[in-house]
C-alpha cells in the first residue's frame, strides 16, 4: 500500500476554513490534549473512575483499593491536581480528593462509560 497522497487538486477553501477552525479553537485543543495526557495512564484513570464513583477519597482509601502504596497514589493525586483535574480538602489530619467537575468535561464522556458498565456487587 503506497503512502503517497494521489490528489489531483487542492481545494484551498477547504484547506483554508481547517485551519482557520483550528486556529480557533487552538486553545481547548491544548487544554484536551493536556487531560488526556494525564489520565490516559491506567492508575491515573482508575483514580478518576474512583472518584467519580465515591465523590471523594482519600489517597488512604485509593491506595488499599489500586493495591499500591500511599506515596505512589500521592505522586499520582499530585499529577491530577496540577493539571486541575481533582481538588483536595483537609479534614482534620486527612486530606480527601474529589473531580474539579467542570474540568472533566472532555474525559466525562469516557468515566459515563465506565460508570455505566460498572455493576453494583451483590451483598
Known amino acids: 500500500m503506497s503512502k503517497t497522497c494521489i490528489r489531483v487538486l487542492a481545494d484551498p477553501v477547504q484547506i483554508k476554513e481547517c485551519k482557520e477552525s483550528l486556529n480557533q479553537i487552538d486553545d481547548q485543543l491544548d487544554q484536551a490534549t493536556q487531560i488526556f495526557n494525564l489520565s490516559g495512564n491506567p492508575i491515573r484513570l482508575k483514580i478518576l473512575f474512583l472518584l467519580h464513583k465515591e465523590g471523594e477519597m482519600c ?10 502504596s500511599v506515596g505512589g497514589v500521592s505522586q499520582h493525586l499530585r499529577k491530577l491536581r496540577d493539571g486541575g483535574l481533582v ?4 479534614v482534620g489530619q486527612t486530606v480527601f480528593y ?3 467537575k467542570e474540568n472533566i468535561q472532555v474525559i466525562k464522556p469516557v468515566l459515563k462509560s465506565l460508570f455505566d458498565n460498572y455493576k453494583e456487587p451483590v451483598s
Do not use: F, H, W
Not at 59 to 68: F, G, K, T
Not at 87 to 90: A, G, L, P, V
Open 59 to 68: 489517597p488512604c482509601d485509593l491506595s488499599d483499593v489500586l493495591d499500591i
Open 87 to 90: 481538588k483536595d480538602k483537609k
Open 98 to 100: 474529589s473531580l474539579v
